[in-house]
Structures are given as C-alpha cells and as structure tokens.
C-alpha cells in the first residue's frame, strides 16, 4: 500500500489548484468602468453648459431700421444660450455708428445678424401728416402700406389710388388729441432710400398720401387719405387743402 492510499484502501485524489483569470476578461470591465465614467462627466457636462449664462443685449424698447443705437436703447440680460451665445450682441460689442438692420421688438435679444454699421442701412425717414387719424393698434414698429392717390387733370379730383411703399415702418406716431383738434396724425415712417425720390415726386404733384395697417385691418375698403409729407428730420407738411365744391 502506498501513502498515496488511506485507511480504506482508496487512492486519495490530488488537489485541483483554481483556475487563473484570463487578462481579457479584467480588461472588459476595466474599459466598463472607463465607458461609464465617460458618460458620466459627457452628461455632467451637457447640463453644465445648458445653466450656464452670458451676458447679451437685450432691446429696451422697439428698435426701428436704421436707428442709431445706443446704451439707452439696450439692457445687459444673462441667458443661458448654449451654442447659439455668438449669434447674439455681446455688451462690448456696442460702439458708435451701430444701427438696427430691422424691426427688433421691445425685450428681445440683439442679434449680430440684424445689426450693422450705419453704412450698411438702407433706410430713412419720411413723416407724413394724416388727414384723418390712424387706428390705435399703430405704433412704432408697425409695418404699414403707403399708398398714393394722384390728383387728375379736373381739379379737385383723383385717380385711382395705388401702392407707393409696400413696407414702411412706423418709427413715431403724434396724434392730435386737444380739443380743438381737427383730427389727424403725424406718422414718421422708415422706407428703403430707392423710394425716397418717388414719395417726393408724388408729394410734388400733389398726390394724396395714406397709410394702411398690412396686418389687423381685415378690411378690404380703400385707405382713407393722407396728406404729403417730407424726408428726415420733425418737419410735417401741411394738410392737402379741401377740394373747391362745385357751383362756387
């Protein structure tokens, strides 16, 4: 009998060593690890960015085309912009000769896209006086039709009215609201520069002016007249004169 052999008589089996882990499988879950941590930081990361704000300029109040603007015309706001933060005016990037491109309204940001140096614009102002007051739903930033009703060769008579300017944007509005007012309005009106020599020619002639709301108005009727008016500057022209009654 061997020392291999028990008491029994039976052969003891050898002891089995445990099996070694491969590399492979410990580099799985070390690259796991690293995955996770990796998904982690990306989402730490994301939502980092999205609450984090930069200071923009916001309109103080509506901003017309070719307005000069200045720090009175604007607020510092901080928002959280994300990507988009360089579409937007930074405060410093406020400086002399900036002007609005177009119509931006009262708290909405600045964008780089709307404004430019003032030899960019294409616009000025013409003021117009209305014969007959304009709805109250017109103020500055609205946009309105100009249309021109021209005299015709009988005197005291027009033609047939006709678009002058197809976008105008109010810049100020004055209504005359005294007592002894006969009614009426001064609008200033931007136009593109290319239009200023027809609003002229038609003031010339002595055409009558009108200016019609291009949204809200809902009515199809002819716009009531307005009287001629001037380029830049408060300058306001004075009512057409009231036509001669016949028989006199």
Same mark, same amino acid.
């Given at each position: ?20 882990? =491969? ?23 994301? @939502? ?85 007051? @304009? ?36 810049? =100020?509005?004055? =209504? ?18 290319? =239009? ?53």
């Amino acid at each position: 009998m061997t020392a291999a052999q028990g008491g029994t008589g039976r052969a003891t089996p050898p002891q089995q060593r445990p099996a070694r882990r =491969r590399f492979w499988a410990d580099a799985r879950f070390v690259i796991g690890l690293v995955l996770v941590a990796v998904s982690i930081a990306g989402v730490w990361f994301v @939502v980092g960015a999205a609450r984090q704000t930069v200071p923009v300029l916001a309109a103080s109040g509506t901003l017309v085309p070719g307005q000069t603007i200045t720090a009175a015309d604007v607020a510092v706001v901080e928002v959280a912009l994300g990507q988009s933060g360089g579409s937007y005016l930074a405060p410093d990037a406020l400086g002399e000769g900036l002007v609005a491109l177009r119509t931006i309204g009262a708290g909405e940001l600045l964008p780089t896209a709307a404004t430019g140096a003032a030899e960019v614009s294409d616009r000025t102002s013409v003021v117009v006086r209305s014969s007959v007051d @304009v709805p109250a739903g017109v103020d500055r930033g609205a946009l309105v039709e100009l249309w021109e009703t021209p005299p015709a060769e009988q005197p005291g008579t027009f033609g047939a009215p006709r678009i002058l300017v197809a976008d105008a944007v109010v810049a =100020r509005v004055t =209504r005359d609201d005294g007592v002894m007012a006969a009614g009426g309005a001064a609008l200033e009106l931007v136009i593109d520069r290319t =239009r200023v020599s027809d609003v002229l020619a038609a003031i010339a002639a002595g055409s009558v002016l009108s200016a019609v709301p291009t949204a809200g108005g809902g009515s199809a009727a002819l716009p009531a007249p307005v009287a001629t008016g001037q380029p830049m500057d408060d300058a306001v022209a004075p009512s057409a004169p009231p036509a001669e009654e016949d028989g006199e």
